[in-house]
């Protein structure tokens, strides 16, 4: 089966905490993404890769980090600097100027 | 900086009208443009892609166009039907760096 893979799918965490969400792809795809999205508004872009052992920062990258060890994983971490972490988080992976394919999301409700 | 605008209110039609939704972005020409649908609770789903030289892109019920001009796409479903009834996206890489900058969405209820 192939396609984009994101677990949790629910996650629950306690202010001051970080906490890492997990992206696997078995797409073959070089570029990977991270986005967040909140309620009535479109998706904003986190953070993107388009190479293993590289990454840039999208719109909104304060209080969040990424790595790109591996092309099939590109895990996102929350930290406690993130103001608002409380949104649904969707991975995607795609070959650069063509369709994105996204994963299921991973909604976080911190309190 | 750029701005992409959809339909603010959602979009309800009865079932075999056509829905005709409208992507409308600010400043840069994209070199293409993409739509996608989103279910509640779900990741966004890839629809149709049109580049800046298509007017017109078709997919079974689905046609997209896309104005440079004007700076706008249009996106109809055809014949449209309850499992139609989702939210749709567009979707811009402004600066052809892989980046893409999504719109709000429009919701599409279609009503049996």
């Known amino acids: 089966d192939g396609g984009i893979t994101q677990s949790p799918k629910y996650l629950f965490r306690k202010e001051g905490q970080n906490v890492t969400l997990s992206c696997e792809q078995n797409?073959?795809?070089?570029?990977m993404y991270w986005y967040r999205q909140d309620p009535g508004q479109g998706l904003r872009l986190i953070y993107y890769?388009?190479?293993?052992?590289?990454?840039q920062k999208g719109d909104i990258a304060e209080g969040y980090s990424v790595s790109r060890e591996k092309k099939e994983s590109f895990p996102l971490t929350v930290t406690s600097a993130q103001k608002n972490p409380t949104a649904f988080y969707l991975c995607?992976?795609?070959?650069?100027?063509?369709?994105?394919?996204f994963g299921p999301g991973t909604r976080l409700t911190v309190t | 900086s750029q701005k992409i605008e959809q339909n603010s209110e959602a979009l309800n039609i009865q079932e075999g009208k056509t829905a005709t939704l409208t992507c409308n972005y600010t400043?840069?020409?994209?070199?293409?443009l993409q739509w996608y649908r989103q279910d509640p609770g779900r990741g966004p789903v890839f629809l149709l892609l049109?580049?800046?030289?298509?007017k017109e892109k078709r997919k079974e019920r689905l046609k997209v166009t896309f104005d440079t001009t004007l700076k706008q796409s249009l996106f109809h479903i055809t014949a449209s039907q309850p499992a139609d009834s989702a939210t749709y996206l567009c979707?811009?890489?402004?600066?052809?760096?892989?980046?893409?900058?999504f719109g709000a969405g429009t919701t599409v209820t279609v009503r049996a």
């Open positions: 890769s388009q190479i293993v052992n590289d990454f």
């Open positions: 797409l073959n795809h070089d570029a």
């Open positions: 400043n840069y020409s994209p070199a293409y």
């Open positions: 979707a811009l890489d402004f600066n052809n760096d892989y980046k893409l900058s």
């Open positions: 995607a992976s795609g070959t650069g100027l063509n369709e994105q394919y």
């Open positions: 049109i580049r800046e030289n298509e």
